[in-house]
């Protein structure tokens, strides 16, 4: 980052020594620790918001195509198809479509009866058959 070579560090350490003293020189380094970690902190917690910043930005420019080819797709298939449903006409029941049947009057509402194991058994058949509905 400074581009700091082997030569100036070790003229930077005999400077740091001869003005700030050997006695005082660990004080000094542990004061010139925090402020570097502080300093990292700030750092780091400013490239995080500009992090999210770019994600959102990156987040809405795909939204937006999203919407672009969405449209499009839509026009598309709007000129292939010249009538498409609307709402009402999608929950409304089909005109085409025979009336539904009533309910049997013994209650088992168009449930065919299961056949017994036994019945199965002596079919020859092995496996279990549902009847099929009326």
């Given at each position: 980052m400074f581009d700091v070579g082997?030569?100036?560090l070790l003229m930077i350490i005999i400077v740091a020594v001869?003005?700030?003293g050997p006695k005082d020189m660990p004080m000094a380094l542990r004061t010139a620790g925090r402020w570097i970690g502080k300093m990292r902190k700030v750092s780091n917690h400013f490239r995080a918001g500009i992090d999210a910043m770019v994600r959102e930005a990156e987040l809405e420019e795909m939204e937006r195509k999203w919407r672009e080819q969405?449209?499009?797709?839509m026009k598309a298939s709007a000129i292939d198809s010249p009538h498409l449903p609307t709402a009402e006409e999608m929950q409304a029941p089909p005109a085409s479509l025979p009336p539904a049947a009533p309910a049997p009057a013994d209650g088992t509402e168009g449930v065919a009866p299961l056949t017994d194991a036994r019945?199965?058994?002596a079919s020859g058949r092995g496996e279990p058959h549902l009847q099929p509905p009326p």
């Open positions: 082997a030569s100036e001869v003005v700030i969405n449209e499009a797709i019945e199965v058994e």
